[in-house]
């Protein structure tokens, strides 16, 4: 595993933005999260570059977490080469995979016009909004003039407070932790917005999908996801909320009591946005000229 920087050295500071405390209930809700999300959309791969990946690309993975994205999409295509980045990261036993510690916040360790293809889950609220801009910067640095970017997060999720106070409450509590820490989800809504101001992309779309908290199949193992989340951050959260552990617990309790009523039909959004990167002129230039040279040679003529 190459490292930029000590590996626990960040381990904390991931922890610590992930709300989620022990290492292994923060793997097991990744996998979950995993599974949830990938059957949402139907697949882990979102942005047009499904023959690129078969043929044999360059990826990245921004914010891996546990490596749960990287690892099954490079056994999908085992012709591409992948990389992963985050605070703190694992080791890996195939070749087709290098993960890096390092500082996400800061520069990458990787030249410009690196990757074909970008991918992020659930980052965006690991920046302050002074900072966010720079982020992408940063990462259409790295990333192919046409390379293709996709930022995939949560939308905050929509509660109707009155006929669900008990999930209203936590989900608000959440929101406020973040913004006193001046993480705001205003970042997620309009992202599409930021990537257009960096001047640096040429198409830009997305998808969202809604995914029900409560029901049958799908909306019964989001709910019990979302319910053990709910459990993992009450160690950060009972504090900010100034209340006791007794009383979290049964605001937990009452949360699932909701989900399983459907009251007020909770459910959760993913969006998944696609960003392609500007050609420049100089990475036109050098097709016009590999052209130039390949088209005569095609024909006979040199």
């Not at 709300?19 to 999300?37: C, G, H, V």
């Not at 949402?40 to 690129?52: K, L, T």
């Amino acid at each position: 595993m190459s490292k930029c920087s000590q590996s626990e050295k960040y381990k904390e500071k991931t922890l610590h933005f992930s709300l989620i405390k022990d290492s292994e209930e923060f793997e097991n809700f990744n996998f979950y999260t995993y599974q949830a999300i990938e059957h949402a959309f139907n697949g882990s791969v979102g942005a047009p570059v499904h023959e690129m990946l078969q043929t044999g690309i360059k990826v990245l993975e921004f914010g891996c977490r546990t490596g749960i994205w990287t690892t099954e999409v490079a056994d999908e295509y085992p012709n591409s080469k992948f990389y992963a980045v985050d605070f703190a990261t694992r080791n890996s036993n195939d070749d087709k995979i290098t993960f890096i510690s390092c500082d996400i916040h800061q520069m990458l360790p990787f030249p410009d016009n690196e990757f074909d293809y970008v991918f992020s889950r659930n980052k965006t609220n690991f920046f302050a909004k002074d900072k966010f801009q720079g982020f992408l910067f940063e990462i259409f640095r790295i990333l192919k003039p046409g390379g293709w970017l996709e930022i995939e997060h949560s939308l905050p999720v929509d509660v109707n407070d009155a006929c669900a106070p008990a999930f209203a409450r936590i989900n608000a509590a959440y929101a406020s932790w973040h913004k006193e820490r001046g993480i705001d989800f205003d970042l997620i809504t309009r992202l599409e917005d930021y990537l257009q101001m960096t001047g640096k992309v040429e198409f830009i779309t997305s998808r969202i999908v809604k995914v029900p908290l409560g029901g049958d199949d799908l909306g019964e193992f989001t709910s019990e996801t979302t319910s053990y989340f709910i459990k993992l951050i009450k160690e950060l959260l009972v504090p900010y909320m100034g209340i006791a552990f007794e009383e979290y617990d049964r605001l937990v309790s009452e949360v699932e009591d909701e989900m399983k009523g459907k009251c007020g039909e909770p459910f959760a959004s993913q969006i998944k946005v696609f960003a392609k990167n500007k050609k420049t002129i100089c990475a036109f230039l050098r097709n016009l000229k590999c052209y130039i040279r390949t088209v005569p040679a095609f024909f006979g003529i040199i």
